[in-house]
């Protein structure tokens, strides 16, 4: 069974920055697009960004300028470069493949505070 790994949430304040980064062990990711989501405090999970496999990217308007999406077939890792932190990206943040996904892992928290 796959397991989804995030890592590199925390608290930061607003403007801030941080790195995320997703592995799934037990499969890879080179075939597959891969996508981060987040679920807000008392809200639905939402798609936040997408990366196929030729390494086309999709971002939700609100994360556009602010937040980049890569991977790295070879480390088998997807990350979320995320900029300028709002209040509003306080979440936990998970990633999955975009297309059935796997199990969902535990996700990593992001706080965004002053």
């Known amino acids: 069974q796959v397991q989804l790994v995030e890592s590199g949430g925390g608290l930061v304040q607003p403007g801030g920055s941080l790195i995320l980064s997703c592995t799934p062990s037990g499969s890879i990711i080179s075939r597959d697009a891969m996508a981060w989501y987040r679920q807000a405090p008392g809200k639905q999970r939402e798609l936040v960004a997408t990366?196929?496999?030729?390494?086309?990217?999709y971002y939700k308007n609100s994360v556009k300028g602010r937040f980049t999406i890569s991977r790295d077939n070879a480390k088998n890792t997807v990350y979320l470069q995320m900029n300028s932190l709002i209040f509003e990206d306080t979440a936990v943040y998970y990633c999955?493949?975009?297309?059935?996904?796997?199990?969902w892992g535990q996700g990593t928290l992001v706080t965004v505070s002053s």
């Open positions: 999955n493949r975009l297309v059935s996904p796997w199990v």
């Open positions: 990366i196929t496999t030729g390494g086309n990217t």
